[in-house]
Antibody, heavy 121, light 107 residues
């Protein structure tokens, strides 16, 4: 069955870096666009980034553009989110989510369980 | 950025009741509006795609309607397991956005 397993979260100081991973299984990962969506503690959902099935195009929320980088390794069925220059307001659970489409965004039809990132001194 | 405004923010309802949650977009988004359910300590689950299209495995009591700027999620004959927060989400244009959420409490 479909599985998305995020990892790499933790506690980091402001200005620090983290790389999140999302291991996919149960579907043909290389055929699907992928999203990162975050949720601050007790708050709503916030879209962060999207990458095409082949990595050719990437899109970001304005507040993370230039600091975060989404990428994928289709040979390893893994999605990544490199997060640099982290700020306290980046504290959230980060979810990876599968898009049923390959390039242009459709929607997120399956989500992982999330990984918590805490930015604090 | 397209802003999605849900109402109400919170609703306390009894089992078997019919519930309606609305989502208004700040500009027309056609039918590129989707609904998700998130139960406590769980990840979101897709309920309805493209405003009114049903999802395999989702109970038939969940339905969506609307187009343009005004959308509705309807839950017929509410069950105790429907206690959750519900979010609308647009994929019409970047940045993709979510509504602020509607929390349903079951009395």
């Amino acid at each position: 069955q479909l599985q998305l397993v995020e990892s790499g979260g933790g506690v980091v100081q402001p200005g620090g870096s983290l790389r999140l991973s999302c291991a996919a299984s149960g579907f043909t990962f290389s055929n699907h666009g992928m999203h990162w969506v975050r949720q601050a503690p007790g708050k709503g959902l916030e879209w962060v980034a999207f990458i095409w099935y082949n990595g050719a195009n990437k899109y970001y929320k304005k507040s993370v553009e230039g600091r975060f980088s989404i990428s994928r390794d289709n040979s390893k069925n893994t999605l990544y989110l490199q997060m640099n220059s982290l700020r306290p307001e980046d504290t959230a659970v980060y979810y990876c989510a599968k898009d049923p489409c390959s390039s242009n965004t459709c929607y997120s039809d399956f989500w992982g369980q999330g990984t918590l990132v805490t930015v604090s001194s | 950025e397209i802003v999605l405004t849900q109402s109400p923010d919170f609703q306390s309802v009894t089992p078997m009741e019919k519930v309606t949650i609305t989502c208004r977009a700040s500009q027309s988004i056609g039918s590129t509006l989707h609904w998700y359910q998130q139960k406590p300590d769980q990840s979101p689950k897709l309920l309805v795609k493209y405003a009114s299209q049903s999802i395999s495995g989702v109970p038939s009591r969940f339905s969506g309607s609307g187009s343009g700027t005004d959308f509705t999620l309807t839950i017929n004959s509410l069950e105790a397991e429907d206690a959750a927060t519900y979010y609308c989400h647009q994929s019409s244009s970047l940045p993709y956005t979510f509504g602020q959420g509607t929390k349903l409490e079951i009395k």
